[in-house]
């Protein structure tokens, strides 16, 4: 198993994504390593759908443990998170600097990647 410590580079700071940017980063994943298994998101709800404050704090709750078992499954693959520019941008950046350089990156590639399947399939 891999521990904390095998990943010093990373910022002790959190960084805020969008879910989208989420959806994004493992869409490319999956296209660039499709022999590695990557963790499923939550769908997106809207929260208008919910019935109840309950369900939809229950609802939130359960979304939140399911991005952090994406994160946390992600950052065990050391090959992935330490030479994937793409990746290491995505999970490091600072919001305004991944704004603006790191997601118009990781969409060209999710983009060149489908392309580039779509040639092969």
């Not at 891999?2 to 989208?20: A, D, G, I, M, T």
């Not at 296209?31 to 298994?37: G, R, T």
Request: hydrophobic letters at 40%; one cysteine or more; aromatic letters at 6%.
């Amino acid at each position: 198993k891999h521990s904390r410590k095998q990943c010093k580079w990373l910022p002790k700071s959190s960084v805020e994504r969008r879910y989208s940017e989420l959806v994004d980063l493992r869409t490319y994943l999956v296209l660039a390593y499709p022999m590695l298994v990557f963790p499923p998101l939550p769908a997106k709800t809207n929260v208008d759908n919910l019935n109840t404050t309950l369900q939809s704090e229950s609802h939130l709750k359960e979304q939140r443990r399911t991005i952090k078992r994406f994160l946390v499954d992600l950052l065990k693959m050391n090959d992935v998170v330490l030479y994937d520019v793409v990746v290491a941008n995505a999970l490091q950046q600072p919001r305004e600097q991944f704004t603006n350089e790191g997601l118009s990156k990781l969409r060209a590639d999710v983009a060149a990647l489908t392309s580039a399947q779509a040639h092969v399939d």
